[in-house]
């Protein structure tokens, strides 16, 4: 070729030309055929990159690469081996490996391998990493590798945005949000199916440990090794789900576990289907829209929640919020009765349980004239009286949502013979019509008038925006729709990274851009 070649990833101008003569058209004659340069694309090539001017002095990589910066990572260094004195290869720093992460997940992107091609020719990533190129394993495994020092990032990123004035904890707004397990739906099986998975995986483990290093390449069999004992984990985990689910007091008959990810749940989706997911609860400060706390449970349900959020808010800032804001899925007695105790300001919609219950009569054929209050009754003998003039005895109490609810039944020979039977209990062929007795705590009264109140209703009305948004752009920005890790603490760490890097966009946006616009000149 007679061609001076080189390779440096990300090449966009050409400096050694292709084979000699090609691509040129000779002119026959002045005013004959025009002549263009050749686009060649067959060819490798060197260029000349200066990393520092690869991206603007506003690019989000810098604002990113400068938080990190003033972070105190000594959690980090723990676990480095490369030390200065020791032989060995240097390692990638952790401020750099952070960097990454962050600024990959502000553009939608949350996968190592993915990381490390962007590596090789996007901008952004090559000023970061001063154009080298970080693997994609080295990534993966540092994401999920150090949940403590994580943890600490996340309340260090608080602490700073406390100082600038970002978090006030006057109110703080709870919310749970539904992010798809790495796990197929049909990944579900009964016990016994995973103990025989788990038979068939421990076999295979041994069968590929006894391999040869003729039989396969070293990488290989290492790569077997790993995906065979990686399933041998899941199955093992698997099985201890069991148990967990017979302690949630899960029905024998309908206990299933992911062979996937143990550890994720079917749960509901917003869409009215149901998927394997874990349930990421965020509280979201409303001063500035910072999250000051994130959890990933394994319950469905949003109501068991609210005090672990609360008590997560005051692990990362020492203290709890004045004031907590949530949708209803959070409204219960005991969270009422717990944020009263705590002495914070519970901001959420009333469920009316009485309105409730008169809905539910028209679905029972219950004509309006026979609904409870049309019964009678006597404190002095604790019973009720019913239109036709017969008793009904209390028979027990059950607890609801947000109160305790005595029950009273007529007796079934009285309710038979009774000529309005067919509309005061037409569903009742067994049993006499029962009536129910709410009865509130003081707590919950007080809840109830508060939040008929204007003021606490325009309170409300403030939540979906605050509370929603990081939930949206974690799904809808940052693309964790679906998690990319398994289990419980692994996907913990994801959410938290999604949530530190929700935090520094928040900073950008309302320190850093504005300081760049100023030192910029116009
Ligand atoms: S059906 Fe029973 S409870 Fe209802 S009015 Fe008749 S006797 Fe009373």
Not at 207 to 232: D, F, I, L, P, Y
Not at 285 to 313: C, H, T, Y
Request: glycine share 10%; aromatic share 8%.
């Amino acid at each position: 070729m007679g061609t001076e070649q080189g390779i440096l990833p990300g090449c966009g101008s050409v400096v050694a030309s292709a084979a000699e003569g090609e691509g040129k058209v000779k002119p026959e004659a002045a005013g004959g055929k025009p002549r263009y340069e050749l686009i060649n694309r067959e060819q490798l090539c060197w260029r000349r990159v200066d990393v520092e001017r690869l991206i603007g002095e506003e690019h989000a990589a810098r604002a990113v690469w400068e938080f990190v910066g003033q972070l105190d990572l000594r959690g980090y260094e723990e676990e480095v081996r490369a030390v200065e004195g020791k032989a060995g290869r240097p390692g990638w720093e952790p401020r750099l490996l952070i960097s990454l992460w962050i600024y990959a997940y502000s553009e939608g992107v949350n996968s190592g391998r993915a990381i490390e091609e962007l590596c090789e020719w996007e901008p952004a990533y090559q000023w970061l990493t001063g154009a080298r190129v970080v693997n994609g394993h080295t990534l993966s495994d540092f994401r999920v590798k150090h949940e403590a020092a994580l943890q600490g990032l996340f309340v260090q990123v608080l602490g700073l945005l406390s100082a600038d004035g970002l978090v006030t904890l006057q109110r703080v707004m709870q919310d749970g949000t539904k992010i798809r397990a790495k796990a197929a739906a049909d990944s579900f099986r009964r016990k016994e199916r995973v103990e025989q998975a788990l038979q068939q995986a421990r076999e295979q483990v041994a069968a590929v440990g006894a391999m040869s290093e003729e039989e396969t390449s070293r990488r290989m069999a290492k790569a077997r090794q790993r995906a065979a004992r990686e399933r041998q984990e899941r199955l093992e985990q698997a099985l201890k789900e069991f148990n967990q689910l017979a302690e949630e007091g899960k029905d024998k008959e309908k206990r299933r576990v992911s062979t996937s990810d143990p550890e994720a749940r079917v749960m509901k989706q917003p869409d009215g289907g149901f998927a394997p997911s874990y349930n990421v609860q965020i509280d979201t400060d409303a001063a500035n829209g910072v999250v000051v706390a994130v959890g990933v449970v394994q319950a469905g349900n949003d109501f068991e929640q609210l005090e672990s959020g609360i008590e997560r808010v005051k692990q990362n800032l020492g203290k709890t919020p004045q004031e907590v804001v949530t949708d209803g899925g959070f409204v219960s007695r005991d969270n009422i009765v717990a944020m009263k105790g705590r002495e914070i300001e519970f901001i959420a919609p009333c469920v009316d349980e009485a309105g409730k219950g008169e809905s539910s009569y028209e679905g029972r054929g219950v004509s309006g004239e026979y609904h409870s209050s049309a019964f009678l009754y006597d404190a002095h003998s604790d019973s009720y009286r019913c239109p036709q003039g017969k008793t009904l005895r209390y028979e027990g109490k059950e607890e609801r949502h947000m109160q305790v609810s005595y029950r009273y039944r007529a007796q079934r020979s009285d309710c038979r013979g009774c000529p309005v039977k067919s509309q005061c209990c037409p569903g009742n062929r067994v049993t006499g019509r029962s009536v129910h007795r709410g009865e509130e705590l003081a707590e919950v009264t007080e809840f109830r008038r508060k939040m008929e109140t204007e003021q606490a209703r325009e309170i409300y009305r403030q939540r979906a925006q605050v509370a929603e948004t990081p939930n949206l752009w974690i799904k809808a920005k940052f693309g964790l729709r679906q998690f990319s890790v398994r289990g419980l603490r692994k996907v913990g760490m994801e959410a938290l990274w999604a949530c530190l890097t929700y935090n520094i966009c928040v900073w950008m946006r309302l320190r850093w851009r504005q300081a760049a616009a100023v030192a910029l000149p116009a």
